[in-house]
């Protein structure tokens, strides 16, 4: 073989490599849009006895979100986002002022926790993602059963 038909195969499998890694990275992008989708948007709180707060699917803005609670990092309910919310809709996140939730917060013991809210996602028949909603939720169980939302201390 000569020196420029060597010279020409090299750029042949070049070229190809470079094909083979853009198309690998399309299809890797597309899968993880279609899993983890980035239109979810939520934010929540500790209030006296619940963890509140809202959750939007900006793709489908007049549709309701499922949303679960874990604490400590264990799963605790799950509801759907149907709650009047005006807030949310006066600060332009949604259509409608239907994307709520509150959770009600029992049985925990006195002391520091940690909430996550997560928005459920169906991408198929058989495979469900979660996607956190805002920041985890750092609260205090206080002796008499209430909560204290720890990220309003000042």
């Known amino acids: 073989m000569s020196l420029t038909n060597r010279s020409k195969l090299v750029h042949v499998l070049i070229g190809k490599s470079v094909l083979e890694t853009l198309l690998v990275g399309a ?74 939730y509150s959770f009600n917060v029992l049985r925990l013991p006195q002391g520091t926790h940690e909430a996550r809210v997560f928005a459920v996602h169906e991408s198929s028949e058989r495979r469900i993602t979660l996607q956190l909603l805002g920041d985890p939720i750092r609260f205090v169980v206080r002796p008499d059963g209430s909560l204290e939302d720890l990220s309003k201390r000042r």
């Open 27 to 100: 299809l890797a992008v597309a899968f993880y849009l279609q899993a983890f989708p980035p239109y979810f948007h939520g934010w929540g709180e500790a209030t006296q006895n619940s963890i509140a707060g809202w959750a939007v699917n900006d793709a489908l803005p007049f549709d309701r979100v499922r949303v679960q609670l874990h604490v400590d990092g264990q799963f605790v309910s799950e509801a759907v986002a149907n709650v009047s919310r005006p807030d949310v809709v006066a600060e332009g996140w949604a259509k409608d002022e239907w994307h709520g």
